[in-house]
């Protein structure tokens, strides 16, 4: 199949995804779930089926991966078709402001800038991300990218990029010594928190260790989503274990016996059993 081909017949899918969605939307034969759908109450959605995608991804199953992208388009698809419906803007802007922008940014492919490295096109691609904001890598303001982060990222993920803008601002601590005593300084403010405050200063003691935590992995080079993403899993791999060996609910046990029950499961995981 040519390159042609190949690129009509990815319009052609495409083309009867957007009229399925379409369809879906009808107010006369419409599905009542989608009709009732907003931008707002997709969201949810959205977020999901990003982290399935990712998940698909490392996987490296392709078909989980082939499923999983058709679900995150789905979202884009029905997100520009609600928005279509009261002339707000519609899936044909979204791509060609997409591409624009791509190409906008890539002035060393689609025009003459010349560059030797990935270090220089990232800070292209600042430069330009500024200008087009109406401003200049000097007088963007850090707290407007923070801020940026805070909103669209995930909390730890966010704390990440945050600490890491910060710490290139010049707001960085000198050694790691600093930051172990840092968070230290934070897990005393939480304990005592939990023994003399409100909830709500619970709560800001709590966030306030969590950030010193991400301070620890980014000076180790360590990824605190990825570190709690392995707990997670090992955490159902031996909950797993437990279950293939007991013929009851869990909550019939003993903590006893579920303490032994999770260190035999814990160690059989181990030895790769």
């Not at 401003?135 to 407007?144: D, E, P, W």
């Not at 982060?149 to 601590?173: C, D, F, H, N, T």
Request: aromatic share 6%; hydrophobic share 40%.
């Amino acid at each position: 199949m040519s390159e042609q081909q190949v690129a009509l017949q990815e319009l052609q899918e495409l083309q009867k995804l957007i009229d399925v969605v379409a369809q879906l939307r009808s107010p006369e034969n419409g599905c009542p779930w989608d009709l009732a759908q907003t931008p707002e109450t997709l969201i949810p959605y959205v977020i999901e089926e990003a982290y399935e995608v990712v998940d698909a991804i490392k996987s490296g199953d392709k078909q989980a991966i082939i499923e999983e992208l058709g679900d995150l388009l789905l979202q884009v698809v029905l997100q520009a078709q609600i928005a279509s419906e009261t002339a707000e803007f519609s899936l044909a802007e979204v791509a060609q402001g997409v591409t624009q922008k791509l190409i906008r940014r890539h002035p060393h492919v689609f025009g003459d800038k010349k560059v030797e490295s990935m270090d220089e096109v990232e800070k292209n691609w600042e430069n330009i991300k500024a200008t087009e904001k109406g401003q200049t890598t000097i007088t963007q303001k850090l707290s407007n990218k923070l801020i940026r982060y805070q909103r669209s990222l995930p909390p730890i993920l966010a704390a990440m990029k945050i600490s890491v803008k910060s710490a290139e601002a010049g707001l960085e601590w000198k050694n790691m010594d600093d930051v172990w005593a840092k968070f230290y300084e934070e897990l005393e403010e939480f304990e005592q928190a939990l023994a003399e405050e409100t909830p709500a200063r619970q709560q800001e003691e709590l966030g306030d260790l969590l950030f010193a935590v991400v301070q620890v992995a980014r000076w180790n080079n360590l990824d605190p989503s990825a570190g709690l993403q392995g707990t997670n899993q090992r955490l159902i791999q031996r909950v797993q274990k437990i279950e293939a060996v007991t013929n009851r609910p869990l909550t019939d046990y003993s903590s006893d016996e579920l303490d032994s029950l999770w260190k035999q499961a814990k160690a059989e995981i181990a030895q790769g059993k």
